[in-house]
């Protein structure tokens, strides 16, 4: 064993990586979750959005029309969730199931001629001068935009949902869609927009594990990312700054297994590899216990019967 | 204009012409898929739905419903209970691995000996090994009302490190010249699950499956916990109010499905698959929450869906083989059954109106 | 003259197996205060739904100041100036005043700039209410407030109220109509919807009364007698329950200082509850809804158990038992919420038989259901208490409201309970089943049994109760004797006006 083989420099940096599929799917789901609505399809979506970025990628050269293709490939999948729950009235918790399990298998289906295969590489933001700033450079300024992209992106829901009408009307269909509805606010559409747009952040987190974090394409290579991006939105109590610090969190312990693993620590591969479950698991135990921020129609299906 | 009606009660027709309808349209959308494949979609259809049962191999194949349906069925039965009663257990792949491991442990540890309890106290330590792993979530939902989809799942996981553990260190055989996966159950007579009728493809799994159905439709229709399930899942506050307590019921119905997903495990680790290995789970526990879907949660309905399921599995190894047809297609065949039943249930329900006029 | 604020003529609008409104017609001027009277069922809210751009009419036209008023939304209603208080307010508990003030706006300003004028306004109509709140601490009473100020700052024309009282004491209600006067005095027009004749006959300038979706008559309420306007309403004389005259006999149960927190986020803790009743007695709980009735249920159903010491059934401690165990001794309950609380809605009526009369009535044996006896208890029910529907093996959910009522008020009168304990008996339930309800209620005491009704019905309070108490804030007021007690001295019981001392118009 040697535990100095890990660079403390390159293990934080690579917690950020280790972190930002994960922001990006537990933000889009906080933010469907925030309108209502339990979509638990989110492996299924970051799979698609997994091997439709990858293929894009490949294909055309531009791992950011990748990244692209990765959100509309994660929007249309939600969609078919968004028509089961709002259109069909189907049970959500079914409808995710659903959706993950078409997601895998279907993932699967576009990926074959693409195992393998070596995606283009995303090139790092040139910063300049700041990415020789010792110890900080390699850690905050030796990334791709996406990234950057993945932060702000929490800033900007963050800022949206606390500050503008559109935020607050948001909140309010989460909270009592009867309510909403006697206003006067479609419902309905509100949700599906939620709903699709969980399914494109979902997407680029998906992508962000196939063109960065690995990059390669890999049968099933979410590996349950989906589902702890589920639980971390249980974590920061539908708060995205709280979000933004569970997420890296688990980048963390993730990265911290990786690097014992590489470094030969005495433990078994397996039961460091089980570690970002169980600390999941542990974690929801000990917030379980507030439940009082969670929306209160969360999960409930909505059908305007007058 | 197209409005959705809510029915003044359930319809029954609808309710049994669901599954019927979602098949129906699932064949149609996946002879699209196929096609798209590049694939011709009748004779894939035919491959996957008829060959199995009336081809000119079916006398192989058959027997293979019974082996592919039984865990498909015991698991499903279990997780049905919990699904009607608004308890979401879905890590049965992990309970089914975890009573497979227990199972093939307590055996492994009595060889070479040759006792005919071996067999009967594996069976025990599988089904506790699934009970088990299920009653991790079921406690920690009770006592801190965590999650338990999310915990359930997160233990499939757990589950398939120390599958990986298990095969590659104390389960290994240690006269396995070094290849991964512990001795083949199948050799050793005491603890091998074989088939009670040579050729039938009937083990005790596949008992144990029709037992399971039985008591669940005895249980859901005529017995006291089976009618606070169905409460529960209907109306939850109507169901405490009548007397129902919330906590045992979820420890009742998340112990049922692990105990009986781990059976599947045990049942299947000492017959069909013979050994642990490290890709000895091959997705039965997520495929039974499509079966237990497909049969309303109800055990008849189960039974019926399970033996579908086996099928498009059986199917889709052949057109596999013969046409060529990707793994991956047939996995996202199932999926869409699920889509589609989930989309035509709204019917069971609701009606649709046209405008103004009656379409009924 | 000029053209009346709004004109209906000829508004009709069906559902499927009924007709909520049919053919109706009505005008309101500027400035008038417009009753629509009629009893649950008769279609106010259909019509008013209309209105508010909620529900459109199959056919009829609706014009406004004399141009044609057909609003797709309650957007396009509240542009045009209409305005709409909920019967079940439209509000969101986890967020704060501001902010649902915010959400039923068109232009609303900055949440700074709103409080200000949520203050200004709130203070001008004798209406206190702070902004920051979070409504789900707030009182039935200022959740009204809310509401009403959510459309007074929209300045508008018509403001619609759909059975504003039901959730307020008697001081409040005062208040509530100087509110509304001086809002006539205004000029905005009132339509204000109930079956509470002396309060229309206090405020109202002219009233429409339907039945069964059609208009039966209009009146001018000052002039018109509340018999003539009940007569109207309900088409037929009532049955009127009959109380006789008996000496209560020993205590059945005893609250000793029984504390509850509330299961829900929002709800209402118990506070140090102490009452007994006794056998052949009738106990009538009032109170303003959330103030703790739910909850009261719940502690005496055992859907909440207490510690030790605190619920008695004769000289038995019963706080810890559950439901099962309680009702296997004789403490029987009925909740308010028909369906999903009483009931499962879409499980049959011989299944919600079993539901509750499963101990009882002998249906269950070794654990094993005995469901042709179940079928059998069902179908008595549906005999001996008038339930109209095809037969037992009907979903819950397909019978009309007072129908289920019936159904799950005879489900456990028919159990030969010890203690009944009912919440909101007779809300939304025809007036003739309500009174075969209360007479069943009547005749359980007679024989002996206790019985607590949980009521926000005062009239029906006084109708059946011997004592009468109030729940406020989760604390019960000391029960009195109900005869010659008298509005005043009811509504100080229940706590007077709710923060509304510094009140002044």
Redesign the interface.
Known sequence: MDLSSINPVLFVAGFLVAATPLIFAALGELVAEKSGVLN?GVEGMMIIGAICGFATAVETGSPLLGFAAAAVGGAALSL?FA??TQI????Q???G??LT??????S??LG?SYVGVKPPRLAEVNFGPLHDIPVLGPILFSHDIVLYFGFALVVVVWAVLKYT?AG??L??VG??H???H????RVVRIRTLAIMFGGACAGLGGAYISLIRVPQWT?GMT??VG??A??LV?FASWKPWRLLLGAYLFGGITQLQLNLQGAGVAI?V??L??SP??I??LV??VL??D??AA??SLGRTF?A?? | MIRLEKRPQPSQAFSWATPLLAVLATMFFGGLLFAALGKDPVSSIITIFWEPLFGSNAFYYRPQLLIKGAPLVLIAIGLSLGFKAGIWNIGAEGQYIIGAIFGAAVGLAFYPAQSVFIFPLMILAGALGGWLWAMIPAVLKVKFGTNEILVSLMLVYVAEQFLASMALGVLKNPEGFGFPGSRNLQQYASAHNGELIAGSGMHWGVVAAFIAVIFAYVLLARHRLGFAIRVTGEAPRAAKFSGVNPTRLVLFCMGTSGLLAGLAGMFEVAGPAGQITIDFNVGYGFTAIIVAFLGRLHPIGILLAGGLMALTYIGGDIAQSQLGLPAAAIQVFQGMLLFFLLAFDLFTNYRLRFGHREVA | MNPPLLALSGLTKAYPGVVANDDVSLTIAPGEVHALLGENGAGKSTLVKMIYGLVKPDSGVMRMHGTLFSPQEPRAARAEGVGMVFQHFSLFDALSVAENIALGMENAPRLGVLSQKITEVSEAYGLPLSPDRIVGDLSAGERQRVEIIRCLLQDPKLLIMDEPTSVLTPQEVEILFKTLRKLSAEGTAILYISHKLEEIRALCDSATILRLGKVVGHCTPSETSARDMAEMMVGSTLKTPLRADKTPGGVLLELRGLKAKSPSAFGMPLRDISVQVRAGEVLGIGGVAGNGQDELLAALSGETLSAKDMVWFKDQDIGPLGPTARRALGVLTAPEERLGHAAAPDMSLTENAMLTGAVRENLVRGGMLNWPAARRFAEKIIQAFDVRTPGPGNAARSLSGGNLQKFVIGREVLQRPEVLVVNQPTWGVDASAAAAIRQALLDLADNGAAVIVISQDLDELMEISDRFAALNEGRLSEPRPAQGLTVDEIGLMMGGAHGMEVAHV
């Not at chain 1, 399990?101 to 279907?106: D, I, R, S, T, V």
């Not at chain 1, 006697?182 to 606010?185: I, N, V």
């Open positions: 638990l078919l028509f089961l069909t009235l189907a049970n918790v079914a409808s199931l659903a399990l078409f997601g895998l298998g279907f699967a289906l074959q009408r607050l009307i909140r309010a909270e009592s009867d309510a909403a006697a206003l006067g606010f049968e590996a349950g589902w702890i589920l639980a249980v078994p397996e039961y590899a089980m479950y169980i999941t698991i929801l135990v379980s216990a439940k009082s929306p209160a059908h019967s007058s």
